[in-house]
């Protein structure tokens, strides 16, 4: 393989070789300098014609789809102004109220509400946790039967505990959702309060 490879160097760089001597003796030793300082202006001038071209090239518009939009999961996506219908977003509509200040016990509050929704939210993952690991469990124990397609009472017990997982898994989305909804309550009693 290597004597392979050394070979279609070898045929790749004789021509080169060839042409190189065939240069040298054709020109005088006096222009073998001029010569190369030609060639390097050649090579100068051929670079800055191409960055001259691709500066001239319209640059292509950003196409915003699902594969360049940013997908992190809570985050804010902002594509163009931040000005809708010649309104700023987050200013107060023309009809709306601005924010009134939030008092310090009204912060307390949502504060505390936060807190005690997150521990919830630790709970039932937890919960979660453990039913789907006693379901794992059971379900071994229910395939490992020679005769488990018989077994009915098994049956309905793997599919109250798979119940059970998919009743806490929606517990856990609106808990998730309750908690986003108080930090953003926090999030702008901060901002009102400063």
Do not use: C, F, H
Request: no cysteine.
């Amino acid at each position: 393989m290597r004597i392979a490879q050394w070979a279609l160097v070898t045929l790749l760089a004789a021509p080169l070789g060839g042409a190189a001597a065939r240069q040298s003796q054709q020109a005088p030793p006096s222009d073998q300098s001029s010569s190369a300082e030609q060639q390097d202006n050649s090579v100068a001038a051929a670079a800055r014609r191409a960055q001259e071209q691709k500066k001239e090239q319209p640059k292509a518009a950003k196409v915003w789809d699902n594969d360049t939009m940013p997908s992190n999961p809570g985050g804010i996506n902002v594509v163009g102004s931040g000005e809708v219908g010649g309104a700023q977003q987050g200013a107060p509509e023309a009809g709306q109220k601005p924010a009134a200040p939030v008092t310090p016990e009204q912060k307390a509050a949502i504060e505390s509400n936060l807190s005690a929704a997150k521990a919830k939210l630790e709970s039932l993952k937890t919960d979660l946790d453990i039913a789907t690991r006693k379901y794992a469990l059971d379900e071994q124990m229910y395939m490992g039967k020679p005769d488990y397609q018989k077994d009915k009472e098994g049956a309905a017990a793997m599919d109250a505990e798979k119940q059970d997982i998919e009743a806490k898994q929606q517990e856990i989305a609106d808990a998730q959702k309750q908690i986003d909804d108080l930090q953003a309550q926090a999030d702008a009693a901060n901002t009102t309060s400063k």
